[in-house]
């Protein structure tokens, strides 16, 4: 048997990949998590799954289930959000199946920041404005950060940041990315991206923690910082230029 982890996608069922979706249609188990995985992916799941929400499930109950399914021979559906490569907890969950000798794949997914740029129109590397994304998130009830991944440090590149794990911050982190983006640096913060409650909030650094807060959010977001948000006059890629060598 195989345990496949597989990127859900941020929300919408039509964003899983397809093989992502043949496999969930095909396995006898499958693991998910409740609060981020949405039901009508579930509903695609072959009939007579055992379906098991891991939302209250510890690392060794998640691992006793995997290798479990793997001692009946059984194929293991493993839903995380998003995309498996980034704040997935997948990981530790390879390291555990390695030790006890049970086989995996990976099955690449839709990641949030990808939904939320889809979701604001507008592209995160823009010619001569920015060309670098940074992903990141901070620390508070979660796992520190490590040495020298300060958000300041990257804040002072002047790069596209998108952050995850962080609008409950917002209040106290707008004013830090202000010293190095300005108090009316453009920023956007994207909620529950593609799903049907979306909520996309735009602003600067100085209004956006009042946007957030009046609008409730505080969680399954993520915020992105940086000019590409309302960049206008900008060259033209040289991909399509007619002084490229083709």
């Known amino acids: 048997m195989t345990v496949h982890f597989i990127g859900a996608g941020p929300g919408a069922a039509d964003l ?4 992502g979706a043949r496999l969930l249609a095909q396995c006898p188990v499958v693991l998910y998590a409740g609060a981020l995985v949405p039901r009508e992916l579930l509903d695609t799941a072959r009939p007579g799954a055992r379906l098991v929400d891991t939302a209250d499930l510890d690392l060794d109950a998640i691992t006793a289930e995997l290798v479990a399914a793997h001692e009946a021979g059984s194929d293991v ?3 995380h959000s998003g995309d498996p490569s980034v704040w997935s907890a997948v990981a530790e969950q390879m390291r555990r199946l390695d030790a006890a000798g049970v086989p995996y794949d990976v099955v690449p997914g839709v990641p949030a920041f990808a939904a939320a740029a889809a979701s604001l129109k507008r592209e995160l590397t823009v010619p001569g404005v920015g060309q670098t994304v940074v992903l990141t998130r901070t620390s ?3 796992t520190p950060m490590p040495p020298g991944e300060e958000l300041a440090a990257y804040a002072a590149t002047g790069a596209t940041i998108v952050l ?3 609008v409950q911050r917002i209040a106290e982190l707008a004013p830090q990315l202000a010293e190095h983006y300005g108090p009316d640096g453009p920023v956007a913060v994207v909620a529950r991206a593609s ?3 979306e909520l996309v909030l735009r602003g600067t650094l100085a209004d956006i923690a009042d946007q ?3 609008a409730g959010v505080v969680r399954t977001a ?4 940086g000019p590409v948000l309302t960049a206008a006059a900008f060259p033209d890629s040289h991909l399509y230029s007619t002084t490229r060598a083709r």
Do not use: C, E, K, Q
């Not at 899983?16 to 093989?19: I, P, Q, V």
């Not at 993520?222 to 910082?225: C, E, L, T």
């Open 212 to 214: 957030v807060a009046a």
């Open 77 to 79: 559906a493993r839903l």
């Open 195 to 197: 799903r049907d409650d």
């Open 140 to 142: 508070a009830r979660s």
């Open 164 to 166: 995850h794990l962080a």
């Open 16 to 19: 899983m990949t397809l093989r």
């Open 222 to 225: 993520v915020v992105v910082v």
